[in-house]
């Protein structure tokens, strides 16, 4: 009994922890991006720095359990690298430089209602339309996207935070100072000017992002090797983004400077931490519990976001990103309660079935039984 306690406590504590690791690059890449770091070389050396940093624990960890490669195995692990390190990450990165880390992370609390419905289309999650649990997580769909929704095209009044306003009373008298500062402020929040486009390509890196770990659920039945996983994972996408960004910004070469600084520590925090063990942990969860339970708790994401960006970049919190938040949580309330249903229901169905089948076994063995002690009885009558 303790150790399903443990076992499940496990999950949880790591789930929760991948959503701590996740806002702290938020905030990280959002600093790089408004240093002028080129999105393409940011998710190339991302990856590149995962797969270095992972590959030699795969080798030596996984040496023996590691199956052998395959032609459906290779072109599963191509198309992962394609879905996260190069569209998924590219997309996102893009979004994030039209709008703040708060708003960035909010538009993710859709992933988990994303990620259902890819499910469901590619027939990897069961529903019955007619049955409770399933109509609870369609309507926490629509639920989420409504407040994915409100939140991009509501703002409304602002809801400053006691120490947002103290850094605010800062920046305004360093500001009145330094003219200068204030135009570098302005030209760090220019990319706040487009909400409706950073949330377009945010949407579509969510997509990116939910079929990934779809597909990523399905690749580790067939190739159970975690690590060795995410170290092929990481270094395809880093030689498909390389070859991405060699096309789009051939000629360019200033992108692919790089330094001990800022930028450099955003790459380095972004592969470790949010591509090989975000990689390695989900895949160890999702044996368990599927896709859809690993991105139940963005909305934490969103909480600690906002908290850390009230803090470093001083950003408010408005009536629309407020209201927009809590439809997501009720939405996203709705599919999961929807998802812990379906599984009860499926745990008691299979132990039913197990009951029924080990009830009619006996039965033919004592019916066997029975017979064949009927059977010296005929035999000495009829002698």
């Known amino acids: 009994m303790e150790s399903k306690i443990v076992k499940k406590l496990k999950i949880y504590v790591g789930v929760i922890l991948l959503q701590f690791g ?22 190339v050396y991302r990856n590149a720095i995962a797969a270095v940093v992972f590959a030699p624990f795969a080798f030596v960890l996984e040496r023996k359990i590691r199956p052998r490669m395959t032609l459906p195995i290779l072109l ?65 769909t629509l639920v989420t996207v409504s407040g994915a929704m409100i939140m991009t095209l509501i703002r409304g ?5 006691p120490w947002t306003k103290h850094q605010h009373q800062q920046q305004q008298q360093h ?30 890196s969510n997509i990116g992002y939910s079929l990934f770990y779809i597909l990523q659920a399905i690749t580790l039945k067939s190739y159970p090797a975690g690590l060795s996983l995410t170290s092929l994972i990481c270094m395809i996408g880093a030689l498909q983004g390389a070859a991405l960004t060699l096309v789009v910004e051939r000629g360019n070469t200033a992108i692919w400077s790089i330094g001990w600084d800022a930028k450099f520590l ?27 339970f690993v991105t139940s708790f963005n909305p934490l994401n969103m909480v600690i976001v906002a908290v850390l960006s009230s803090f470093i970049f001083a950003e408010k919190l408005d009536v629309g990103k407020i209201a927009g938040s809590m439809v997501i949580i009720v939405g996203l309330y709705l599919v999961i309660w929807g998802k812990s249903k379906e ?19 006996s039965t033919e063995g004592h019916t066997h039984k029975d017979v064949s002690q009927t059977i010296p009885d005929v035999d000495n009558n009829i002698v």
């Open 343 to 361: 599984q009860l229901e499926t745990t008691s169905s299979d132990a039913k079935s197990i009951q029924k089948q080990h009830t009619s076994s």
């Open 76 to 140: 599963k692990i191509m198309l992962l690298g394609l879905l996260d390190p190069v569209i998924g990450q590219n997309l996102f990165y893009a979004g994030m430089t039209y709008t703040s880390a708060t708003f960035t992370a909010a538009l993710c609390n859709v992933l988990p209602a994303l990620t259902f419905l890819m499910a469901w289309i590619l027939r990897v999650e069961r529903v019955n339309v007619k049955k409770l649990p399933s109509q609870s997580k369609i309507m926490g």
């Open 266 to 292: 955003a790459y380095a925090y972004g592969g470790i931490i949010s591509s090989g063990i975000t990689y390695y942990v989900s895949g160890v969860i999702m044996k368990e519990k599927g896709p859809v």
């Open 175 to 204: 500001n009145n100072n330094n003219n200068n500062n204030n135009n570098a402020h302005s030209s760090n929040g220019a990319g706040q000017q487009s909400p409706i486009k950073g949330a377009l390509m945010i949407g579509a």
């Open 22 to 43: 996740f806002a702290g690059f938020a905030i990280v890449a959002k600093f790089a991006l408004n240093k002028g770091t080129s999105h393409y070389t940011f998710s």
């Open 157 to 161: 009044s602002e809801i400053g935070l």
